[in-house]
């Protein structure tokens, strides 16, 4: 029982369920992908490879900023620094997790196999960036939008460059709110060296890149509805998600941080959600559409 209590507590420290960030954009493009539903067992091991890669790089991150957060006021409670779980277990549910992740990717095609490597790597190389470049952000907003692009394979077996305008919405969209989240602890990083973006540039102007980049974001994915020639529900999808980012921006203010948690985790996860749901209902009238009437 006591590695089953560790193992909820390291679930509990990497906040597993979040994996709803990203994953409905990897499951809006296994649908623009298979111009509709997918085939369930694809679908399946889309899903099982996205929890488990969020999880070894969670987990990573929590291992390689251990001591970091033992000197940060906000994180200082974490379960490693708060001796919930030592190093050595966190390390050893990474390397499961990793292991699993390329197992789960050698279910849907040799590409997909070919290419967990690298995007391992890449996820994991996440957890240092903040130490030699302030763009750390942006580097965490491709991890997450490369979910798009590998859902994509896993379904086609190949690559369309279209679907990168798809990792690209998920960059700006990740790349705004991680510099928001970072504006708590720019004092810290200061203080310890590391390159965020508020500890580089300020709070009032990491503010204003924020919002650039969900602009941009905005922008992207009309670019994307008119790529992929999507209807009117995929408009609509887009402008309710303009709208959420417009009120994540009025609840937080250089001045007041204290709704940064609610800006971050419930505003984040809806937003991810209406995109699909909206993109992915515009897909399903028009796969119904094109069925010739009995």
Not at 218 to 227: E, T
Request: hydrophobic share 60%; charged share 15%.
């Amino acid at each position: 029982m006591r590695v089953w209590h560790k193992i909820g507590v390291t679930l509990e420290m990497i906040k597993w369920e979040h994996s709803v960030f990203a994953l409905p954009f990897a499951l809006t493009a296994a649908m623009l992908a298979a111009s509709g539903w997918p085939r369930v067992h694809l679908l399946f091991w889309i899903v099982v490879c996205m929890v488990l890669a969020r999880s070894a790089g969670m987990a990573f991150n929590r291992w390689a900023d251990a001591e970091l957060d033992a000197r940060n006021p906000r994180t200082m409670m974490r379960a490693i620094p708060g001796g919930q779980l030592t190093r050595g277990f966190v390390g050893g549910f990474t390397v499961v997790t990793s292991i699993l992740f390329l197992i789960s990717a050698a279910q849907l095609n040799r590409l997909t196999l070919l290419l967990a490597p690298a995007e391992l790597g890449l996820i994991l190389l996440y957890s240092y960036t903040k130490r030699f470049t302030r763009w750390s952000h942006l580097v965490l907003g491709l991890v997450l939008g490369s979910a798009p692009a590998a859902a994509w394979i896993a379904i086609r077996g190949t690559l369309d460059p279209r679907i990168l305008v798809l990792t690209l919405v998920v960059l700006c969209w990740v790349g705004g709110f991680d510099t928001l989240y970072a504006c708590q602890d720019a004092e810290h990083d200061r203080r310890e060296g590391l390159k965020s973006l508020p500890a580089a540039i300020g709070i009032d102007n990491a503010f204003w890149l924020a919002r650039a980049l969900h602009v941009a974001m905005f922008v992207i994915a009309l670019w994307l509805i008119h790529l992929f020639a999507l209807g009117p529900l995929a408009w609509v999808g887009v402008v309710i998600v303009a709208a959420l980012l417009l009120y994540e921006h009025s609840i937080v203010s250089p001045g007041d941080l204290t709704r940064m948690n609610a800006a971050f985790f419930a505003m984040n996860g809806v937003i991810s959600i209406v995109f699909f749901i909206f993109v992915a209902a515009d897909i399903l009238v028009r796969q119904t559409a094109r069925v010739p009437s009995k």
